[in-house]
């Protein structure tokens, strides 16, 4: 089938139709982000939520499944489930909660740690890569709207 040049700038017009949709353009660029992500994550057993689950479970040492779906904006299921799978391969741990007995503790085991160590000059260059391409302003432009965006889908 030929193209003519009033198909092409029907295309065209749809294309920027998408691209000037701005949260088309977060979707696009989120997933580009996780694709990205992946490729960092390849040579290990993790995937997207799992490698998410440790960084949080990192940053607070031990949280609970509660917590950690709140942080991660996930269902509580889905951690349990990405939890006990990252259990089964030793790379966290489970432990009471002293303050309250029916709820669970996660942290990362030593396996895991290690693993989080290999892991982090990985996205400290993919962050300072795309903090050198944006530029410090707008990282901080980018930080102000995105607590305007949190704030605007949480209510």
């Known amino acids: ?3 003519t040049s009033q198909d092409l700038e029907l295309q065209l017009y749809r294309v920027r ?7 088309f353009q977060f979707s696009m660029i989120a ?23 440790m960084r949080t479970v990192e940053t ?6 509660a917590d950690l779906g ?11 489930r990405a939890a006990t799978d990252l259990a089964s391969k030793d ?7 002293p303050t309250n007995k029916r ?16 892991l982090t000059p990985r996205f400290k260059a993919r962050r300072e890569g795309v903090e050198a391409c944006l530029g410090e ?5 980018l930080h102000v709207s995105f607590a305007k965006l949190v704030q605007h889908f949480s209510d």
Do not use: C, W
């Open 60 to 65: 607070f040492e031990a949280i609970s499944i």
């Open 70 to 80: 709140r942080h991660m904006v996930t269902d509580n299921a889905q951690i349990s």
């Open 137 to 141: 302003q707008v990282i901080s432009d």
């Open 17 to 23: 139709q998408l691209e000037s949709n701005v949260t």
């Open 31 to 53: 997933k580009l982000m996780d694709n990205d992500a992946l490729k960092l994550l390849a040579d290990t057993p993790l995937t997207l939520t799992t490698y998410r689950l």
């Open 91 to 97: 790379l966290v741990t489970f432990r009471g909660d």
């Open 1 to 3: 089938m030929k193209l």
């Open 103 to 118: 709820r669970k503790l996660v942290s990362l085991s030593p396996k895991g740690k290690a693993l989080m160590d290999e």
